[in-house]
């Protein structure tokens, strides 16, 4: 029985499968994971073929036109590997394969036909559309040339392409053209003393403020992120320049940071701890994982290289995955500098051309190794060999919208399919890895630091009682820390400050009545902003002005509470004049590559202090480094989640591990309010494998993975009572599944979320607690309501990272 019919996804919302006729002249050509060319109401797209069937599911079919490439653009592994996730996540196939293939590479993408050299001699049409094309320079998107002669060619170029007088090729739709250069403003001349700055700023605050915005940037910044970021005036600019405080300048616009970065060589021979990493990675089976569990500065970077070497000679390819790329410039540059050329480096600074050109080199297998983040992970690298997962406990290895899917558990299924390994590495590692490393998983150890160097001392700062320095405002700055700065500063080291809150000020409230300014879209409060002053939503942007009254009482006094990075910079500015000071958070970092020029200016050793939130804490290695301070451990405590403790110790052994990492040594200091909390006890003693086995403990009463499995259903829709009815129902229709099929599942709720409105969008859920086989067939008939009822929407997470 032949297959006379195809099932083509598209890059439509919610978009089913459509089916089509195979016309009898592409029959052979037409395979799963092949792209096609398909009319769509009067528009004709590039679809993927998910299904060949036999039997056509109705009569008047519209026909496939043309497939473009010679081989299918996904591979079998790649398109099962999407068929699980949308089985796994109860997502539809065709919004699943849009986070499998680029868009650029479907869709709106156009069909170029070209000329083949050698002389052509055809008649009727097909001969008037090579003159035609010989005219415009041998090529030309194929509906351009449908346009020119008013009818349809896909027929004819088809044929010719059969006969080999034209290749196709697929070409994303126009990206913008390159802008080479943009303008920039630099700090110039002698930064002023603080009474200097007192002085000459007296009059003009806004100028204050873009000098300090400039210092945060680590002293220059573009004109465009001035203006349109940070909203200030070119009067306020050209003030600062005729100050002789600031210069204007041109800077080359940053394309591929990656292209032109120096690569850094790796370390010509590994430690025996490496050595036997190695060895027990190449012993894995294929298709089989291991956790390479290794404190931080062990050299895990060292392991993946090599391991990735060994692949590559064996003639296979590789996927390295890390959480961020622009967070993580050095990692990338021992990639690309042990590997050269063949390294694509998938990030989001790529066009559309420029990514559809690095799909096709992977493809072809015309380069081997795919670095980049989470979406990486579907890189059609061939014939592979290994998936590395850095930083595998991060949370941006899930991803955020539908299908909502974990990184880690994709790259099992995909290694599984392919039969390669999969390597995941971490010095504080999710508590579902570690579990797995009691079946399935194997554990790989590197106990130590690179050369015996030890782990930095960590020292903890009880601000419920430790000597306070006096005049810093609402930050509690302890004696501790504050000598301890001085000192680094005096030796002429680096310090890095973490504070895990953004903004000027966490809320505004009214110290007599108690009022907080919170968002008027989200059950949220306002985070307080200056460079530019405005109270500003961190979930949907909100903005409006500082008030200057209470809006209850009219209480002229507002109280700003909770220190955030800017408050904490202006404080660290007054107090370390002569220190270069750079910030890092998602303010200063919104133009691309903005983080690789503040980590830039501190390898080059233009920074002694850099204040940042959870940025600073990923994968940096600068060994003049000497001091890592936390301004304030508790920041993420104590927030209504069961990952709120593990996070915490990630986020304080991960920062704790970029200090000392040099021959110089190192220390830390943490300030917090709750000395005795587990994750901070253990984060200090560097006893991840304490930590591991303290939480698992409270894991297990009340159950939350790795003691069971989750799925969270929510709802949400802009009026209250609906979403609460709907969730109610769903509730109700979970209870009597589980009933019905007496599965192992608990379900909890309704619950209005702990973030119970975001974007003027209520949220309330459900909770399902159970195996995970048992979770899977309530997925798959929840997958089946997903259909839209009015305004309200259900969204199924499974496995997921945060229950906010
Ligand atoms: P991790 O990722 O485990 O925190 P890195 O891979 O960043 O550690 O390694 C820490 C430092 O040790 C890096 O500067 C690296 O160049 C160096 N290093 C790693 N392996 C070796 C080795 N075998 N010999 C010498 N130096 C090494
Ligand atoms: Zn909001």
């Keep these: ?53 036999s039997e056509p599911p109705s009569q008047n079919l519209k026909e496939i036109l043309a497939v473009p490439d010679p081989e299918p653009a996904l591979s079998p592994a790649l398109l099962a590997t999407a068929e699980w996730m949308a089985g796994y996540y109860g997502a539809p196939l065709g919004l699943t394969l849009k986070s499998v293939l680029p868009a650029g590479m479907w869709g709106e993408s156009q069909v170029i036909v070209s000329l083949r050299n050698g002389s052509h001699s055809f ?18 998107p194929v509906q351009t040339a449908a346009r020119a002669f008013h009818r349809p060619l896909w027929e004819v170029v088809e044929r010719l392409s059969r006969v080999q007088a034209v290749t196709l090729r697929v070409q994303p739709p126009d990206t913008d053209a390159a802008r080479l250069t943009e303008r920039t403003l630099a700090l110039a001349g002698e930064r002023p003393t603080l009474i200097e700055r007192n002085a000459w700023f007296k009059r003009r605050p806004r100028q204050r403020q873009l000098y300090e915005a400039l210092e945060s940037l680590g002293g220059r910044a573009s004109m465009r992120h001035l203006s349109e970021q940070l909203g200030f005036t070119d009067a306020v600019v050209r003030g600062l320049i005729k100050s002789g405080l600031a210069r204007a300048g041109e800077a080359e616009l940053v394309r591929d940071p990656f292209a032109g970065s120096p690569t850094v060589s790796p370390p010509p021979t590994l430690t ?12 894995l089976p294929g298709g089989a994982g291991a956790l390479l569990f290794g404190v931080t500065g062990s050299g895990k970077t060292l392991v993946y290289l090599a ?31 042990a590997f050269g050329d063949n390294v694509a480096v998938l990030h989001s600074g790529l066009s559309d051309g420029e990514r559809a050109d690095a799909w096709r080199l992977l493809r072809r297998g015309d380069r081997r190794v795919a670095v980049g983040a989470r979406s990486a992970v579907f890189a059609p690298v061939s014939n592979l060999g290994l998936i590395v997962i850095d930083e595998e406990h991060e949370a941006s290895y899930k991803n955020g919208e539908t299908p909502r899917y974990h990184t880690r558990d994709v790259a099992a299924v995909r290694a599984r399919l392919e039969g390669a390994r999969l390597l995941l590495g971490s010095a504080t590692p999710s508590l579902e890895t570690v579990a797995r490393t009691e079946s399935e998983l194997g554990l790989l150890r590197l106990p130590e630091r690179i050369g015996s160097r030890p782990m930095p001392p960590v020292e903890m700062v009880d601000l419920r009682a430790a000597p306070k320095v006096e005049g810093t405002g609402p930050v509690a700055w302890s004696v501790a820390l504050d000598s301890a700065i001085t000192s680094t500063l005096a030796r002429g080291e680096q310090a890095l400050l973490l504070l895990n809150r953004r903004g000027y000020a966490a809320f505004l409230q009214c110290p007599d009545c ?60 007054e107090r370390y004049p002569d220190a270069r000071i750079a910030r890092m958070d998602l303010d200063t970092t919104s133009t691309k590559w903005s983080h690789q020029r503040i980590l830039a200016a501190v390898e080059k050793g233009d920074i002694d202090l850099l204040i940042g939130t ?125 009933a019905r099929y007496q599965l192992p599942i608990s379900v ?56 906010l």
């Excluded at 025996?272 to 012993?283: F, W």
């Excluded at 200056?530 to 500003?536: D, E, G, N």
């Excluded at 209504?640 to 052994?653: C, G, I, K, N, V």
């Design 1 to 53: 029985m032949t297959a006379r019919f195809a099932l083509v996804a598209l890059p439509l919302p919610l978009a089913t499968p459509y089916t089509y006729r195979i016309p009898e002249a592409l029959g052979d050509r037409v395979a799963a994971g092949a792209r096609v060319v398909v009319p769509v109401r009067r528009r004709e797209l590039i679809g993927v073929v998910v299904r060949l069937d």
């Design 123 to 140: 008649g009727g049409l097909a001969g008037e559309v090579v003159a035609w094309l010989e005219q415009r320079g041998g090529e030309s």
């Design 272 to 283: 025996p701890d490496q050595e036997t990493a190695l060895t027990q990675v190449e012993a």
């Design 307 to 337: 391991a990735v070497r060994r692949v590559l000679e064996r003639g296979q390819g590789a996927i390295v995955l890390v959480p961020e790329i622009g967070l993580t410039p050095q990692t990338v540059s021992r990639f690309r500098g």
């Design 514 to 573: 108690g009022e907080v300014w919170q968002c008027p879209r989200c059950s949220i409060s306002l985070t307080v902003h200056q460079t530019p002053a405005a109270l500003r939503c961190h979930y949907c942007g909100h903005e409006e002005p500082l008030p200057f009254t209470c809006r209850v009482c009219a209480n002229p006094v507002q109280q700003m509470r909770g220190v955030g990075t800017q408050q904490l910079e202006r404080m660290l500015v």
């Design 614 to 738: 959870q940025m600073i804490a990923k994968g940096l290695d600068f060994p003049n480094v000497t001091l890592v301070g936390v301004v304030d451990a508790d920041t993420g405590l104590y927030l209504p989640d069961f990952r709120s403790a593990e996070r915490t110790f990630q986020l304080l052994a991960q920062v704790a591990g970029r200090a000392g990492r040099g021959a110089k040594g190192g220390r830390v200091l943490v300030q917090t309010r709750h000395p005795g909390h587990h994750a901070l006890v253990r984060a200090a003693q560097h006893d991840a494998v304490g930590f591991l086995d303290e939480e698992r403990a409270l894991r297990e009463v009340p159950p939350y993975p790795p003691a069971v499995h989750l799925v969270n259903l929510l709802y949400s829709g802009s009026d209250e009572r609906e979403v609460g009815r709907k969730a109610a129902g769903l509730a109700d229709w979970c209870n009597s599944l589980v």
């Design 748 to 803: 909890l709720g309704p619950a209005p979320c702990p973030l119970v409105r975001i974007k003027d969008r209520w949220r309330w859920h459900v909770l399902l607690k159970g195996p995970s086989t048992a979770l899977g067939r309530v997925v798959r008939y929840a997958a089946r309501r997903l259909k839209r009822e009015g305004n309200v929407r259900l969204v199924i997470d499974r496995d997921p990272v945060s229950l």
